[in-house]
């Protein structure tokens, strides 16, 4: 039940390509004619969506994981210590 809670909350075209191909079993190349999209399109559309729903399935570790953001600092205090 997660699974499918996480699938709906997916982009439509996420959530297509992970339908067509998990519980449909259409291959890439019918996934890419019913589509009217390039096969690479398929593969690309199906990475971004299963990496979408890891993340959704896996929200505490992703709360764990430290911020990038953290260790940015202001354009000025960059500024500042370049000029010195």
């Given at each position: ?9 997916l ?11 998990y519980?449909?079993d259409m291959?890439?190349?019918e ?6 999209v ?7 559309r ?11 399935m896996?929200p505490?570790?992703?709360a764990?994981?430290p ?16 000029d010195?």
């Amino acid at each position: 039940m997660d699974i499918l809670a996480a699938l709906q909350t997916l982009p439509a075209i996420h959530r297509e390509a992970l339908t067509l191909f998990y519980f449909e079993d259409m291959p890439v190349a019918e996934m890419a004619l019913a589509l009217d999209v390039a096969p690479g399109t398929v593969l690309s559309r199906l990475d971004r969506a299963r990496d979408a729903l890891r993340r959704r399935m896996q929200p505490t570790a992703a709360a764990a994981e430290p911020s990038a953001r953290v260790l940015e600092f202001p354009a000025a205090v960059n500024r500042s210590t370049r000029d010195e």
